[in-house]
């Protein structure tokens, strides 16, 4: 089975920045799509970012975060510049088996693995 552990959210200003981190357990992190979703107060759980195939946003987010990975660590990360209030929600890492595209890795159901989740408050 895979775990996942995240790390690195906190209390930010508007226009400051955060780097998230996911570590994975498990010999087949390089055989998995990593995803970030988040889910703030009052509203469902929302696509952040997905890194299969390729590397996906949502539009929302797009040329704000980078997503990336390091297989040798078993990691990945979410860099994420120019945060608004907007942002500010709990982050979940994700891993869904096998390489999603853009359109798979949008849906939370295609994931079987999920993290506790780390928060991400953005002060305006």
């Known amino acids: 089975q ?7 959210g906190g209390l930010v200003q508007t226009g400051d920045s955060l780097r998230l981190s996911c570590a994975a357990s498990g010999r087949t992190f390089s055989r998995y799509t990593m995803g970030w979703f988040r ?3 009052g509203k469902d759980r929302e696509f952040v970012a997905a890194i299969g195939w390729g590397t996906y946003y949502a539009d929302s987010v797009k040329g704000r975060f980078t ?7 078993n990691s990945v990360y ?8 907007e942002d500010t929600a ?12 853009s359109g798979s890795s949008y849906y939370a159901s295609r994931y079987d693995y ?9 002060s305006s």
């Open 90 to 101: 709990v982050y979940y890492c994700a891993a869904a088996p096998g390489f999603l595209n």
């Open 114 to 122: 999920w993290g506790q989740g780390t928060q991400v408050t953005v």
């Open 2 to 8: 895979v775990q996942l552990v995240e790390s690195g």
């Open 78 to 85: 979410l860099q994420m510049n120019s945060l608004k209030p």
């Open 39 to 41: 889910q703030a107060p």
């Open 67 to 73: 997503i990336s990975r390091d297989n040798i660590t």
